[in-house]
């Protein structure tokens, strides 16, 4: 009797490990793009916070400005709103004119407390410096005020020869002066917003009695 015999042959791929390294390689490029999404938003995140301070060191000088423009002698009284950084509000000696009347030097010295106190709450490290335009070096021409605000960010460092700082600056006649300013430059490891103020002058009319109007300005 004829039997016949059927045999199968089985044949294995051998693909061990291949899966597994498939899955490592998608797990690596999926944690790269994570990776990279994170640091976008963590840039975002920097430049939203520093366009916020420096938006709140703006609001700051004009705040400064507006006390000065409040104040009927802050022209003749510009020498007394200067304040070096290393000037806390703390370390500033003042008379309480929300009390009682006040001289304009002693009313320069409380604003500039007021306002220094207000800098150092508002951002973190805060400091200011106001100075005279050196561009402007006699009395009776000075029409502005530097001020430079610092807070720190860490991201800055060696700013003295930027030209943001006060080593270039404009004079009243729209001249420029340039020079080695460190005294009003950035300080290191901080970021700093420099802007100058404007202060015009005060004039009342004053009747001589010929009925000729004279105009006094302080």
């Known amino acids: 009797?004829?039997?016949?015999?059927?045999?199968?042959?089985?044949?294995?791929?051998?693909?061990?490990?291949?899966?597994?390294i498939e899955s490592l390689v998608a797990i690596v490029i999926a944690a790269l793009g994570i990776l990279g999404i994170v640091g976008v938003q963590m840039?975002?995140?920097?430049?939203?916070q520093t366009t916020v301070r420096r938006a709140q060191a703006i609001r700051l000088i004009e705040d400064l400005g507006e006390r000065m423009r409040a104040s009927p002698n802050a022209l003749l009284n510009l020498g007394n709103y200067e304040s070096g950084f290393g000037e806390k509000a703390g370390d500033l000696s003042a008379s309480d004119c929300g009390?009682?009347?006040?001289?304009?030097a002693e009313?320069?010295?409380?604003?500039l407390k007021q306002w220094k106190t207000t800098v150092e709450q508002a951002l973190p490290g805060g400091q200011a410096s106001l100075f005279l335009t050196p561009g402007e070096t006699?009395?009776?021409?000075?029409?502005q005020l530097g001020v430079i605000i610092a807070w720190r960010e860490n991201e800055r460092?060696?700013?003295?020869?930027?030209?943001?700082?006060?080593?270039?600056?404009?004079?009243?006649?729209?001249?420029f002066s340039a020079g080695t300013d460190d005294a009003n430059a950035c300080p290191a490891e901080k970021t700093c917003h420099l802007q100058y103020i404007p202060v015009?002058?005060?004039?009342?009319?004053?009747?001589?009695g010929s009925g000729t109007m004279t105009l006094y300005c302080s």
């Open 107 to 111: 009313q320069a010295g409380y604003d």
């Open 157 to 175: 460092d060696g700013t003295k020869n930027d030209a943001i700082d006060a080593t270039k600056v404009r004079a009243a006649d729209d001249t």
């Open 43 to 48: 840039r975002t995140l920097a430049d939203t």
């Open 99 to 104: 009390k009682s009347a006040c001289v304009p």
């Open 138 to 143: 006699v009395d009776a021409n000075r029409r």
């Open 200 to 208: 015009a002058a005060r004039c009342a009319p004053y009747a001589d």
């Open 1 to 20: 009797m004829l039997r016949i015999k059927f045999v199968r042959s089985f044949h294995f791929h051998q693909q061990r490990g291949i899966t597994l």
